[in-house]
């Protein structure tokens, strides 16, 4: 039998234990994974569950993936893993909000966060709070979280309207067709936070939408040995799927994608998509720049 004060210890470790932990994988060992080892390294599942906060923190980067869906107020902490007094005191944090309108409260200020609508919330914020406007419709707050080394104002974001002091409108350079029907890749890049518009120390954060009838998206792919990358992939039904290409160029592997899953791509890796019907993603990427045009591209006869 334990000690009393033994399990006093496990359940107070247990309790501030908020985050699931993912170490780098070199991608000589992941040309040798199995199906099941790619979803258990790579892919993260279980995001958006009602009334919960979940979160990975990946060492590639240091990026740290996760969701809030509140039914009521969820509160943001930083947990052991960040030996941290509060997740921003040296972190920046990027939200968008794929479900239906919430309420972000950082230090005491209400932003109202609409659907599609994003929040970059930079280093220093103390008390940050999920809620949603309607609790029996909860909002589906998506974030991304890298290490800071600067504060930058907090911001909200939205793709249209009237800007303001704290919020920003996304500049209609930063939405960006691309592709075209023939070759099934017709997309809409909308670029949230990103130098010029909304300033971060590191991380870069937007959404993609496919047109009807367009199912590939970053293709032709690319590699960028400066930055890694994390894919949400949404707007899907149910029984719709998308078929995640990772790996070397020449080593290619894949992940099967549910909707409102979410994949980690290493800098090393290429990470395009084809799936069973149009969808959306959101990406975010953080490292070395933030420049977006930074990536070494591979033409689609090397791919292996």
């Known amino acids: 039998m334990k000690a009393p004060f033994a399990v006093k210890m496990e359940k107070r470790i247990r309790k501030v234990r908020i985050m699931e932990l993912r170490t780098a994988a070199s991608p000589k060992d992941v040309k040798n994974y199995t199906t099941q080892r790619l979803r258990e390294e790579f892919?993260?599942?279980?995001?958006?569950?009602?009334?919960?906060?979940?979160?990975?923190?990946?060492?590639?980067?240091?990026?740290?993936?996760?969701s809030a869906v509140p039914v009521e107020p969820l509160k943001l902490t930083a947990g052991d893993e960040l030996r941290a007094e509060y997740f921003c005191q040296r972190r920046e944090l990027g939200v968008i909000n794929i479900g239906p309108a919430g309420i972000i409260t950082i230090d005491g200020k209400k932003y109202e966060v609409?659907?599609?609508?994003?929040?970059?919330?930079?280093?220093?914020?103390?008390?940050?709070?999920?809620?949603?406007?309607?609790?029996?419709?909860?909002?589906k707050f998506y974030l991304n979280s890298a290490p800071a080394h600067t504060t930058y104002p907090t911001k909200l974001i939205k793709p249209a309207g009237t800007p303001s002091e704290d919020v920003v409108i996304i500049k209609d350079e930063n939405k960006v067709e691309l592709g075209c029907l023939e070759d099934a890749n017709h997309r809409v890049i909308n670029k949230y936070i990103l130098p010029g518009q909304?300033?971060?120390?590191?991380?870069?954060?937007?959404?993609?939408?496919?047109?009807?009838?367009?199912?590939?998206?970053?293709?032709?792919?690319?590699?960028?040995?400066?930055?890694m990358e994390v894919y949400l992939y949404f707007d899907m039904p149910e029984d719709a799927f998308v078929m995640h290409y990772m790996g070397e160029p020449q080593e290619t592997r894949h992940i099967v994608m549910r909707n409102e899953q979410a994949v980690i791509s290493?800098?090393?890796?290429?990470?395009?998509?084809?799936?069973?019907?149009?969808?959306?993603?959101?990406?975010g990427m953080v490292g070395e720049n933030q420049d977006f045009d930074d990536m070494d591209g591979v033409r689609n006869q090397d791919i292996l």
């Open 266 to 283: 290493p800098s090393w890796s290429i990470h395009s998509g084809s799936g069973s019907r149009a969808y959306t993603f959101i990406w």
């Open 114 to 139: 609409g659907h599609k609508e994003g929040m970059y919330i930079g280093m220093g914020s103390k008390d940050i709070t999920f809620e949603s406007v309607d609790p029996q419709n909860p909002a």
């Open 198 to 227: 909304v300033e971060s120390c590191q991380l870069v954060m937007g959404m993609t939408a496919l047109k009807p009838g367009s199912v590939w998206n970053t293709m032709p792919c690319h590699t960028h040995d400066r930055r």
């Open 43 to 66: 892919l993260i599942d279980d995001l958006f569950k009602k009334g919960e906060i979940k979160l990975v923190y990946s060492h590639i980067d240091r990026i740290i993936t996760g």
